[in-house]
């Protein structure tokens, strides 16, 4: 084969072997195979040395041809393999979507979301209050005498001698008073905090729903037809309800509300451990020294012991979420765990 043969037939397997490269590989292998120093081209121009004079400049002259075209058509090739590349995008649209999780609400909002309805619906306001109270609120106004045990230190949280974790939600009840004048109708959520070593009927940290209402003349029965009204609305038509007298500051007189158990309706069982009740938290008549705090901090006579009364409440909500989903540790609220909160989602 002459050499002019010979470019001929590296030029059309160059040409060919273009047609069958895909990618940037197989453009790169092509400047190796074709123009590197032990390359197809290379092999020819070794050649060069056995032709004669006479034939020398013109195969030098085709053979350099040869290059510069394989050099430009490799140069371009890897061009638009490089561009093709970089074009590809991030996102692979054939790929099946990420399943995004739904969120729900916790057991304990939720509950308090129901109790929150069922007052607006009987003509309560929602109030709330901050989680870090003085101690003058916290009890100084509510009535509550030095030697209290909640005043201990064993009891209750304190950031400062005069700064506690607000171990229930009775102050918003002052709060709201010394801001608005009678008549006042408000429950009051949120979480109140006391220094008790966690254990299975035990969090440091719990729930209460506060209620009050201060106007001429509310009188007990009120209180009585309040509550039993809300819970036969919250727990069912046919709910009992009992006072049992007992000891709060603010209040006189005091007593503790409970509620027929939710599972036997009073037949006794194992959830209300047998008494046929459940205690849901306190409540009473607003003491007339709480009404006479709220004026001294208001310079006015708004809440004359003389001329209003009032009833208040607070309910614990923790131990009652606890026997409607039938938790048996109160920790269980607070852990977070999915496995528990989905069951209740
Ligand atoms: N604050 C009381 C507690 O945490 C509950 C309570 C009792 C609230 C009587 C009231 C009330 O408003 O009138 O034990």
């Known amino acids: 084969m002459s050499i002019k043969e010979e470019i001929e037939t590296l030029k059309r397997e160059f040409l060919s072997a273009c047609e069958n490269a895909r990618n940037l590989k197989d453009y790169e292998d092509l400047r190796v195979k074709y123009l590197s120093r032990s390359g197809k081209v290379a092999a020819l121009f070794k050649l060069m040395g056995q032709l004669s004079q006479e034939e020398r400049p013109q195969a030098g002259k085709s053979l350099q041809e ?3 075209e394989i050099q430009v058509k490799v140069d371009e090739l890897i061009q638009s393999g490089e561009m093709k590349k970089a074009a590809k995008p991030m996102m692979d649209p054939t790929l099946p979507g990420r399943a995004s999780n739904m969120g729900g609400l916790h057991p304990i909002t939720r509950l308090e979301q129901e109790i929150i309805t069922i007052f607006l619906r009987m003509g309560f306001s929602v109030e709330r209050g901050p989680e870090v109270e003085s101690t003058f609120y916290n009890f100084d106004q509510l009535n509550t005498p030095l030697w209290h045990p909640a005043r201990d230190k064993t009891d209750t949280f304190y950031l400062r001698k005069d700064l506690v974790l607000r171990t229930e939600t009775s102050p918003i009840q002052v709060r709201v008073m010394e801001r608005k004048a009678p008549p006042v109708r408000f429950i009051a959520p949120g979480r109140v905090y006391r220094n008790d070593k966690p254990d299975a009927s035990h969090s ?25 009204e809300f819970y036969r609305a919250f727990l069912g038509a046919d709910t009992k ?6 000891y709060f500051p603010f209040t006189e007189p005091s007593a503790e509300v409970d509620v027929s158990c939710v599972f036997c309706s009073g037949k006794r069982c194992r959830v209300c451990k047998n008494s046929g009740w459940m205690e849901m938290g306190g409540s009473g008549m607003v003491h007339p020294n709480v009404f006479r705090a709220v004026n001294k901090v208001r310079g006015d006579e708004a809440y004359d ?21 039938g938790i048996d540790d109160i920790r269980m609220l607070y852990e977070n765990d999915l496995r528990m909160l989905r069951q209740l989602a």
Not at 241 to 246: D, G
Not at 305 to 325: T, Y
């Open 241 to 246: 309800i009992r006072f049992r007298p007992h």
């Open 66 to 68: 040869l290059r510069a």
């Open 204 to 228: 440091p940290m719990f729930n209460q729903v506060e209620g009050l209402y201060v106007d001429s003349r509310v009188t007990f029965t009120e209180l009585k037809g309040t509550l039993l």
């Open 305 to 325: 012991p003389e001329k209003v009364s009032g009833f208040a409440f607070g309910l614990g909500i923790d131990r009652l979420a606890m026997n409607l989903f």
